[in-house]
């Protein structure tokens, strides 16, 4: 019996303005600590009940909690994981012209991934209470590496990248099968790094530390393969790919040129998410390393770093500029990245976050029906 996977056409990368309540909420907890835990959730599980239904109500096809249970995009992923721990210090990382808060991971331990992780709970709390497909978000392999400084692996037997890379193989596959049993069968890892290493400044950074951009490329999509390769049948992998999204601005810029061949044709992936809002991003040659078949590229014309809206003839038209290299078929509409990667959110209203939703469902319409 053929088992059928759910192929978007039309999404968004997760990630929503936090809602006021929320951001109250985790004040009065974490600086304030003027209410328990139990009350933050049940804040957050209020917030979230409304933001699924403002997505249903624009007619989205896949919903998510906005993450608004997190602080960061990843760190809040990464930090309860067996052997991770987050350590806060003087200086973030460097966007455009701003810092990042300056919390750290760092590895003082064999990597797993916990049976109570609690974004397996926030799946669960999402799945229940929305009628159309739930899909989570979480870093992918390779942040798990890029982002802890070699200095900040201070367990011994990881000093050997090939050791560190598969017990990261073998966490993940635990998760995305956790993941699954836990009822999800639309999984989403962000892997924005495959972005960074197209970028001259961050291939030297690696360098610098004696790291080669080209193999890290080789191992991360080799790690991604190996998490996923397993997964049962009816349930989609997707990836996000950007150049970094803090507060509207970014870390990192060049053309996907690097990296296309093995996050297209090596990773197993189905469904990519790719920045492609500015220049930043280079041309659109290299899809043309997508391999004609059932995968999907979700082309990020739409932009969630400003509240001005793009017009459906402009997105038509670069549309059509993608199809000299992939055909309309693989091809869906997403924004390029969340709206709110941090806590913090992009410099945008809560009616550009609708309005530009709005527009990816409009762009379906207009394009694909």
Not at 10 to 25: I, K, T
Not at 139 to 157: E, K, L, M, Q, W
Not at 268 to 280: H, S
């Amino acid at each position: 019996m053929t088992v059928s996977k759910f192929i978007p056409r039309s999404d968004h990368v997760g990630s929503l303005l936090r809602p006021a309540s929320v951001s109250r909420a985790r004040q009065k907890f974490f600086q304030e600590k003027t209410i328990t835990s139990e009350e933050l959730s049940k804040v957050e599980d209020e917030a979230i009940l409304d933001l699924v239904k403002m997505q249903e109500s624009i007619g989205l096809h896949v919903v998510t909690d906005g993450e608004a249970r997190r602080s960061f995009w990843h760190y809040d992923f990464m930090g309860h994981l067996t052997g991770f721990n987050l350590e806060e210090r003087d200086n973030g990382v460097q966007f455009a012209g701003v810092k990042l808060r300056p919390i750290f991971p760092t590895i003082n331990g064999q990597l797993d991934f916990p049976t109570d992780h609690p974004m397996l709970g926030h799946f669960h709390y999402l799945a229940q209470n929305s009628s159309v497909v739930p899909k989570i978000s979480i870093p992918g392999p390779s942040c798990c590496h890029f982002r802890t400084d070699v200095n900040d692996i201070r367990y011994a037997p990881y000093q050997d990248i090939e050791v560190l890379m598969a017990d990261l193989t073998k966490t993940y596959k635990k998760a995305v099968h956790a993941f699954y049993d836990a009822g999800c069968r639309y999984l989403q890892m962000d892997d924005i790094f495959f972005a960074y290493l197209c970028d001259p400044k961050h291939r030297q950074a690696k360098a610098d530390v004696g790291q080669d951009s080209d193999y890290l490329i080789e191992c991360y999509a080799k790690m991604m393969h190996d998490s996923i390769k397993d997964r049962p049948a009816d349930m989609t992998i997707g990836m996000h790919m950007c150049r970094g999204n803090f507060r509207s601005t970014y870390a990192a810029e060049g053309s996907y040129d690097a990296v296309a061949d093995a996050v297209f044709n090596q990773t197993g992936v189905d469904v990519f998410f790719m920045e492609y809002d500015t220049d930043r991003a280079g041309d659109l040659s290299p899809l043309g390393n997508l391999s004609k078949g059932d995968q999907r590229v979700m082309l990020g014309f739409i932009t969630t770093k400003s509240g001005g809206l793009e017009s459906i003839d402009d997105l038509k038209l670069q549309f059509d500029k993608a199809a000299k290299y992939v055909d309309y078929e693989q091809m869906g509409i997403a924004p390029q990245c969340g709206f709110a990667s941090t806590e913090e959110g992009n410099e945008i209203t809560n009616d550009d976050q609708k309005r530009k939703l709005e527009l990816v469902m409009e762009c379906e319409q207009a394009i694909w029906s």
